[in-house]
């Protein structure tokens, strides 16, 4: 079993739809979750950053952690076609040395 | 640059043949860590520098891969005697503070995408 488990889509949604993404995790150690976004051929940019339990939220983007099901959330509203990526959900200990990564939800926005 | 930049940003080599992967961090992160993404298996940890600390090499696959990190900046890869399933995107990070405390996170440069024929 993966540390974390990332449902690989893809998935598409039309402009303005609100989408939810979503990580599973099974290492309770784990205190902080970030969301990752990918564009083709770029690099993963950090998106949103939450530590322990909790929501937080930016602008359009809505972080959720549970830690008592080890699950956590990445909503969007108001998607827009510039959305279109690939988002990777990631976490860590404390004292990690790295970060575990979700295998990445591919999300296309369809204007 | 503001950013973790790589090169090359492309590589295609021959089975059998050694490639080098340099990455330039973020100017003063102490951290740099180096992935693997390869198609619909995520990022796949490689190795963790740290200062002047002996680096942490738990997630290289095999003794084919080493990396060095030389004045605490600039950092290569090296995959010997490459396979075709070392086929993928080699990413590299850094940090302003090692990782596993609140606010810290990694910032990725680019990638090098290595096609090995």
């Known amino acids: 079993q993966k540390e974390v488990e990332q449902d690989p889509g893809p998935l598409s949604v039309p402009e303005g739809a609100i989408v939810s993404l979503n990580c599973t995790y099974s290492?309770?150690?784990?205190?902080?979750f970030m969301w990752y976004r990918q564009y083709s051929r770029k690099g993963p940019e950090l998106l949103m950053y939450?530590?322990?339990?909790g929501n937080k939220e930016d602008g359009r983007f809505t972080a959720q952690v549970d830690k008592s099901s080890k699950y956590i959330s990445l909503f969007i509203r108001d998607s827009q076609p510039s959305d279109s990526a690939t988002y990777l959900c990631?976490?860590?200990?404390?004292?990690?040395?790295?970060?575990?990564f979700g295998t990445g939800t591919r999300l296309t926005v369809i204007p | 640059g503001a950013g973790v930049s790589q090169s090359p940003s492309n590589k295609v080599t021959e089975k059998g043949k050694d490639v080098e992967l340099r990455c330039d961090p973020i100017?003063?992160?102490?951290?740099l860590y180096w992935y693997r993404q390869s198609l619909g298996q995520g990022l796949e940890f490689l190795i963790y520098?740290?200062?002047?600390?002996?680096?942490?090499k738990s997630g290289l696959p095999s003794d084919r891969f080493s990396a060095e990190r030389t004045g605490g900046s600039v950092s290569t890869l090296t995959i010997q005697r490459t396979q075709q399933e070392d086929s993928a995107v080699y990413l590299c990070?850094?940090?302003?503070?090692?990782?596993?405390?609140?606010?810290?996170?990694?910032?990725f440069g680019p990638g090098t995408r290595l096609l090995v024929l």
């Open positions: 990070a850094s940090s302003l503070r090692p990782l596993g405390q609140p606010q810290e996170t990694q910032y």
């Open positions: 290492n309770s150690a784990f205190q902080y």
């Open positions: 939450t530590y322990s339990s």
């Open positions: 990631a976490m860590s200990a404390t004292g990690a040395n790295n970060l575990f």
């Open positions: 100017s003063g992160h102490t951290a």
């Open positions: 520098f740290q200062g002047n600390s002996a680096p942490d």
